[in-house]
């Protein structure tokens, strides 16, 4: 039995693996379940004549985003710059950096970037755009910019009402090119009475609408308007105006996306394997991942096909668990499959994805971009 890779990215070839041949804790995708919630994104969007283009903060692996684009995405979304130069160099061109880029370093670098890929930077301030535009000048290249608008997050963004003022001055500068708006209605995931997020998410992507509108009736085009996480996708999608949606780690889903967005139509194609390695108690089990291996913050984790089994507390290194009913008779040495609280957070403590269809390990995959945060 192998139990250990020397470079994990390379699978042996003669030997066929099972989750039991690895060791614990590690971070499992489900492949037919990942594909199939990217099949379902994907459609998801067209039918409704958006465009995807997932975030990819969380995988962070330029072979899923190559993998989401050959399932009908446009290109990644990317919360660093630093990821968008991974995606890029995997092959992603058209990566959407949904975050502000200030600093020398970091805009030679995204004038280094736009050589060899097409990224778009998000602005929502003049003293973000005018060394940018200064870089991009001197680098002989231009760089597509979108304005960051705040729809209600309260986060980053212009107001609305500045973004038509903001969207003529950017215009007008040279080494970039305005290339529409963006906005991200995080503040609205969460609510409970489903029409009432609906209306509230209507309201908030309203604003994008009116704006995009302003903009074209100015004659400044407004080609991209996006938005949509996937706590909000399946409404987001059907707004007026809307031409693209950021939703990403749907593809992994999660407790939270469930219990808090009610997103239900999605499968939890993402886990991690445990050993239990104590027994403190006749109801009580200690496994060998903390929250350095998971994330529960937002929400607890739960074990995969155990209802008889209660997460319970988490420090860094020890996962407590409370055993009800026949789990009482699980023992030292057993494994149990978690399905993380937060998907996003958990993957970043990782340094690859093991891939399974079934019980077989097909492929592993590094989380290239994890670590690199500038
Ligand atoms: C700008 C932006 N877009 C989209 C999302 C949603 O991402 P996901 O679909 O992975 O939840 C986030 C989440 O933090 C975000 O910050």
Known sequence: MIKQFINPTTLPTDTTLTKADLDTPFLAIDLDKMDANVARI????????????PHCKGHKSSIIASRLVAAGAIGATCAKLAEAEVMV????????????????????????????????????????????????????????????????????????EKTLELARQLH???????????????????????????SEIENALRLLAENAAQLQAEGIPCEIVSCGGTGSYLLSRMQDGITELQAGGGMFMDQFYEQQCQVTELQKALTVTATIVGR????????????????????????????????DRFSAEHGELQLNGDAQQLKIGERIELVPGYADMTCVLHDFFYVFQGDTLVDIWPLEARGLLQ
Request: hydrophobic letters at 40%; one cysteine or more; glycine letters at 10%.
């Open 89 to 160: 160099r995997g092959g992603v061109n058209d990566v959407l950096i949904a975050n502000l880029i200030v600093g020398e370093a970091k805009l030679k670098r995204l004038a280094n970037l736009c050589q060899s890929g097409d990224p778009i930077v998000c602005i929502d301030h003049m003293d973000q755009a005018t060394p940018m535009s200064e870089a991009m000048v001197q680098a002989g290249v231009e760089c597509r910019v979108i304005i960051e608008v705040n729809i209600g997050l309260d986060r980053v963004g212009c107001s609305p």
């Open 172 to 198: 007008a500068l040279p080494g970039i090119q305005f290339a529409g708006i963006m906005g991200y209605e995080g503040h609205l995931l969460t609510i409970e009475d489903q029409d009432e997020k609906r």
């Open 280 to 311: 403190p108690g006749a109801d009580r089990a200690i496994i060998d991942a903390g929250k350095k291996t998971l994330h529960v913050e937002y929400e607890p984790a739960i074990v995969v096909g155990r209802d008889d089994i209660v997460v």
């Open 42 to 53: 994907s459609q998801g969007t067209k039918d409704f004549n958006v465009q995807w283009r």
